[in-house]
């Protein structure tokens, strides 16, 4: 099977400019083929620019903090800082030309241990994930990122892949998503084959860096990110597993935000609302937390006494056992 990276997207920029033109195996097929218009997940972004005249969609990401999206390494490993800050941005809707926002970019950051897919050995590369840093702050809530590492008992499982790939047309721009499987657990992908998915779905070219994400405990989590597929989009797809990341993505966070704590770089941490993934990653939004709960044996029972609350000494207790729970219902969830 002949494999086939996604437009890298410095080589986009480098044709649509007239300087050369890219390599690309197999014929453009449509986007997130046999997949279906997207109007939700606002998170999920076309990463392109003004050219000419013209706008075009180079790659896809998908927003995880207020400053911070996740894409392909791939996508961004070539491409100048002044290039990106001149030139490049992210636009926010269902479509390239009626973009609701368009969002400047500041910087990139690529795993340091990418290795680029390479056709001629049949290798699918390895840590095919990078970060762009918007130069302002995101105007929707971010998507959670998996925090649990990939096993066995995660095959089979329902995802969607989201991208703003190319159409029958060859015209890109339009954002599209379908539901893949998990069907084999590598190394560095989560690897899905048509064969297994609704409607022999699979991601196409412009769906590079896109997510590939799942529903878990009612909330969208991003689980992976599109890295490549054979060359006619029309038998098996990879998309770079984010948990073999994980360190490096939160000191990405971390320069960005000055924490590792997603729910602070967020502003999800007191914000009025209670968000139990914050319990998930470590940390406690003061939102969710009782302050009855908090307190000593002896004030809690002098605020007992004055009829003010009807807490016990247990109440402490009970804080650490619910907090327990959640990191237990995430290991044990199913999908």
């Known amino acids: 099977m002949a494999l086939s990276r996604r437009l890298n997207l410095l080589g986009i920029v480098v044709a649509c400019l007239g300087i050369g033109t890219v390599a690309q195996a197999g014929a453009p097929s449509p986007p997130i083929v046999n997949g279906a218009p997207e109007s939700g997940f606002p998170t999920v972004i076309s990463l392109g620019a003004d050219i000419l005249d013209d706008r075009v969609s180079l790659c896809t990401g998908n927003i995880i903090t207020t400053r911070i999206i996740l894409t392909a390494a791939h996508c961004t490993d070539f491409i100048p800082t002044s290039m990106l800050q001149a030139g490049g941005r992210a636009y926010v809707g269902p479509d390239i030309w009626s973009a609701e926002y368009e969002l400047r970019l500041e910087d990139r950051f690529v795993h340091p241990e990418y290795v680029e897919l390479d056709n001629a050995l049949d290798e699918l590369g390895e840590f095919d994930i990078s970060v762009v840093v918007l130069a302002e702050d995101a105007p929707m809530r971010p998507m959670w990122v998996r925090l649990d590492d990939f096993s066995d008992s995660d095959l089979d ?83 770079q597993r984010v948990d073999i990341a994980r360190d490096w993505l939160f000191d990405q966070i971390e320069a960005v935000h000055g924490t590792r704590d997603l729910c602070k770089a967020n502003g999800w ?56 729970l959640v990191g237990l219902a995430r290991r044990q969830r199913s999908l």
């Open 269 to 324: 941490a007191g914000d009025g609302v209670c968000d139990l993934r914050c319990a998930e990653a470590g940390d406690i939004d003061p939102d969710c937390v009782d302050p009855v709960a908090l307190l000593s044996v002896s004030e809690a029972t002098d605020i007992s006494k004055s009829g003010c609350s009807t807490a016990t000494a247990g109440g402490l207790s009970t804080l650490l056992g619910f907090i327990g």
């Open 157 to 239: 499982s329902e995802m969607t892949s989201i991208g703003f790939g190319l159409d029958e047309d060859d015209v890109s721009g339009v954002k599209r998503s379908a539901v893949l499987t998990l069907d084999t657990l590598d190394e560095h992908f989560l690897i899905s084959s048509s064969v297994s998915n609704p409607d022999g779905a699979t991601i196409c070219s412009g769906d590079s860096g896109g997510p590939q994400v799942a529903l878990v405990d009612g909330e969208w989590e991003q689980w992976a990110v599109h890295s490549w597929g054979d060359g006619g989009c029309r038998a098996q797809s990879g998309s």
